[in-house]
């Protein structure tokens, strides 16, 4: 009774500080989004006027009959929409923002994706249901299991189980399956109740649901397995439960922390300010150069020049122009900051077989969609989606074509996709082998004991 109010507290207070975070999350990009349409409303108004040959209370340079007025002062939100099942893992989604609106004007790579988040709760994490599955669910396995067998020989009734027709270890494993049946379909159900009140809609998401059962079960097994294999070994209820104690600091806390660390020790990634200040080398190289790149850019871009034939350049034009190059010079230098970051994922995805909770993270976050690499690939959706906003309006610009009301309707638009493989399948196959493994070597214990 005691385990199944601990599961259902702590299960129901983790998807309800989730979906706390999640509302929150929707909350902040509709006020985004209702700001854009309060300028977007504004914008149109005065292009309305405009079109009319009204006048207007704005000076030229401020009218959004500019393609760069457009692209500097109006551009389009680039959101990150939550999974159905975010509120399950925080993940990254405290360290980064869901919605960028890049403009005509600045460096693509130079956009800032961190959010200020309080120190105190990015040192000691977030309590939602990864929280409790990984950290916490394992440690009431050992309660629930350490002195199974050990129990028994301090109570005196270890020679009565001895005397009946069947031996220890079969006795031992029943009680632990049972053991395991019992605490997973609590678990479970305790689950399935948090969803159904917290975010019912995410029960649609058969696929990733169906993934998350087998993730469970296959979490918890690893434990109990391990709870077995550890009253067959040793068989003294303390001895137990300090082992079973120091394997979860081991594999939760310690194996992880030395995998990053092992990540960040053979693959570290340059200095982000030497790469900045490489960066402005190659800007105030572009400047000195500016006649010259200048006449390579319409040179390698012919239509571009084909509505100025008064060549009238300006700030705009002679950017754009020095934008391209600036794009070009960094690209090795930013490969070498993402191949680094890529060796590290590669790295930890080698060693996350070792530990179970390495799996379950990983497996937790992707069905968020919450986890680094769901990140990473945002940012290159906004990159891509920063690029076709400026193709857009560019072209404009050199051909001296005004923005209109007719065009505002084909301004791109940006849709974020989940193009992230969970791998679901190949990590609760790895927690059922490892749970196996441990099975095995119980069954291999208890055979030369005999």
Not at 268 to 279: A, D, F, G
Not at 308 to 316: D, I, K, P, R, Y
Not at 323 to 341: C, F, G
Not at 408 to 431: D, M, Q, T, W
Request: net charge positive; aromatic share 12%.
């Amino acid at each position: 009774m005691v385990i199944l109010i601990s599961i259902l507290l702590l299960v129901g207070f983790a998807a309800f500080n989730g979906h706390k975070n999640v509302s929150k999350r929707h909350n902040d990009i509709a006020k985004m989004q209702e700001q854009q349409h309060k300028k977007d409303s504004a914008m149109l108004e005065i292009l309305t006027k405009v079109e009319r040959g009204e006048k207007v209370g704005i000076s030229s340079r401020s009218l959004p009959t500019s393609p760069m007025t457009i692209g500097y002062r109006h551009p389009r939100l680039a959101i990150m929409h939550p999974e159905p099942l975010s509120f399950i893992s925080t993940g990254q989604s405290d360290m980064y923002t869901h919605f960028k609106s890049p403009t005509v004007y600045g460096n693509n790579f130079a956009l800032d994706y961190a959010e200020m988040i309080n120190p105190v709760q990015l040192l000691f994490g977030n309590f939602d249901l990864t929280f409790v599955f990984i950290f916490i669910i394992p440690l009431l396995i050992i309660a629930f299991t350490f002195n199974v067998l050990s129990k028994e020989k301090e109570l005196g009734t270890l020679r009565l189980l001895g005397a009946q027709p069947i031996s220890l270890t079969r006795w031992l494993f029943q009680k632990i399956s049972i053991r395991y049946g019992i605490f997973t379909i609590i678990t479970l159900i305790a689950l399935f109740s948090a969803i159904a009140i917290t975010s019912f809609d995410a029960l649609s998401d058969t696929a990733n649901i169906a993934g998350l059962v087998f993730m469970i079960a296959g979490y918890n097994l690893f434990w109990f397995a391990l709870a077995f294999l550890i009253n067959l070994k040793i068989n003294d209820s303390s001895k137990n439960a300090f082992t079973l104690v120091g394997i979860w600091l081991f594999i939760v806390l310690i194996l992880p922390a030395t995998i990053n660390q092992i990540g960040d020790t053979l693959y570290p990634t340059p200095s982000r300010l030497k790469m900045i200040n490489e960066i402005r080398l190659i800007k105030k190289e572009n400047e000195e150069k500016q006649n010259e790149i200048m006449s390579d850019y319409l040179r390698t871009h012919p239509e571009l020049s084909a509505g100025n034939t008064g060549q009238n350049f300006g700030f705009w034009h002679n950017y754009f122009a020095s934008e391209k190059v600036m794009e070009d010079k960094t690209k090795p230098i930013l490969a070498a900051y993402e191949t680094q970051l890529e060796k590290q994922q590669q790295l930890i995805g080698v060693f996350k077989y070792l530990s179970p909770a390495i799996l379950m993270q990983q497996s937790l976050n992707s069905i968020s969609g919450t986890s680094e690499n769901h990140y990473n690939d945002y940012k290159k959706q906004v990159f891509d989606f920063s690029n076709e906003w400026r193709n857009y309006l560019v072209p404009m610009l050199f051909k001296n074509e005004k923005f209109s009301l007719k065009k505002y309707e084909s301004l791109p638009k940006f849709i974020y996709k989940n193009r992230i493989a969970n791998n679901l399948g190949y990590h609760v196959f790895a927690l059922f082998i490892l749970s196996g493994l441990l099975l095995l070597v119980s069954v291999n214990t208890s055979l030369k004991d005999a």
